[in-house]
């Protein structure tokens, strides 16, 4: 007998800080990161907006989220909240 083995697919995750919410049902995540020149050895700081499905609307701008690669959701979408981690309340 044949048995298929199921493969786990591991999705990438990044952590950000959420720019803006005007959107219905999308955040817009910036992810700030550190890289190293190949050549000159000296780092620097790269950073990248991301279009995050937020279904339920539950986050706000200033606060830290996790989300994690998913399908496409549209033409700029592919990529899902996964949880909020820090909070801007006071």
């Known amino acids: 007998m ?3 083995i199921k ?4 999705y990438r995750q990044f952590t950000g800080e959420v720019v803006s919410n005007s959107e219905n049902k999308t955040i817009h995540v ?3 990161t550190r890289v190293t020149h190949p050549k000159y050895h000296k ?3 790269v950073s990248r907006k ?3 499905a937020d ?3 539950l986050a706000k701008i200033g606060e830290l989220v996790i989300f994690q ?3 496409p959701l549209s033409k700029t979408k592919r990529w899902r909240l996964v949880k909020i981690l820090k909070s801007n309340l006071i």
Do not use: N
């Open 43 to 45: 780092q620097y700081a």
């Open 69 to 71: 690669e998913c399908r």
């Open 7 to 10: 493969k786990q697919v591991i």
């Open 2 to 4: 044949a048995e298929t």
């Open 50 to 52: 991301y279009a995050v």
């Open 55 to 57: 279904e339920k609307g």
């Open 30 to 32: 910036l992810v700030k």
